[in-house]
């Protein structure tokens, strides 16, 4: 019997914001080259939080829908409404994408950013990984979750590679695929230390300049990743 009935979606708010902002763009109310209400506003019409709101303006600004200016407001770009349409439509598809293809490339993400790390960073930024890796650690054998700072770890070897577009691609696919593999996977002491010594590794390859050896420890790492999306679904 239970295979007859769906199951039920709860949307996300991020979503139904960008769903929303969308419609003020499609009905004419906010044209491309306006401003949308300020996120204090926006947050109390939506009945949301301020942080929901400016995580969807975040997401719009890096397709490159919307574009935020310091004490000026957010303004939408004038490339045409077709065309903001088809981007906005192109993200809420992503979000309810395949989750084996997000983390497909996600792998292709950030092997290169790690070869790209390995042959771009400086002194500075081989200090920032560290930190983060340190407090990626401490946080994990701490209270056996550290999503936010395994994020970051991985942000840092983004940033370290110096290519922006790279970077910001990671930011769109890759919180979600962490956040989801950390809640449902089991974690334990074993699998914590094999992480932390996979992350140490990619360290020294970068620190050593070692450009594919970088991406190789990359790939392995992620390796557990890519088996967990086979089976993601049956997890949900």
Do not use: W
């Amino acid at each position: 019997m239970l295979e007859n009935l769906q199951k039920i979606k709860i949307e996300n708010p991020v979503d139904l914001i960008i769903t929303q902002i969308k419609d003020l763009i499609s009905s004419g109310v906010v044209k491309p080259g306006e401003k949308l209400p300020p996120e204090r506003k926006l947050a109390e019409h939506f009945g949301v939080s301020r942080g929901q709101v400016r995580e969807a303006i975040n997401k719009l600004q890096l397709y490159g829908i919307v574009k935020v200016q310091p004490q000026s407001g957010t303004t939408v770009n004038g490339i045409g409404i077709v065309a903001l349409e088809g981007l906005i439509t192109d993200i809420l598809k992503l979000e309810q994408s395949d989750f084996k293809s997000l983390v497909e490339t996600r792998i292709l993400l950030e092997a290169e950013a790690a070869r790209l790390a390995a042959i771009n960073c400086t002194k500075d930024d081989l200090v920032q990984m560290s930190n983060a890796l340190n407090q990626y650690e401490e946080k994990l054998m701490n209270d056996n979750l550290a999503i936010e700072e395994d994020l970051l770890f991985h942000i840092k070897i983004a940033e370290a590679g110096k290519n922006t577009v790279l970077k910001s691609l990671m930011m769109i696919i890759t919180p979600e695929i962490v956040k989801s593999f950390t809640k449902l996977k089991v974690c334990n002491k074993s699998n914590n230390l094999k992480t932390i010594k996979e992350h140490r590794s990619i360290l020294d390859m970068i620190a050593d300049k070692d450009a594919e050896g970088a991406k190789k420890a990359m790939i392995s790492h992620l390796l557990g990743v890519k088996k967990f999306s086979k089976n993601y679904k049956q997890n949900k």
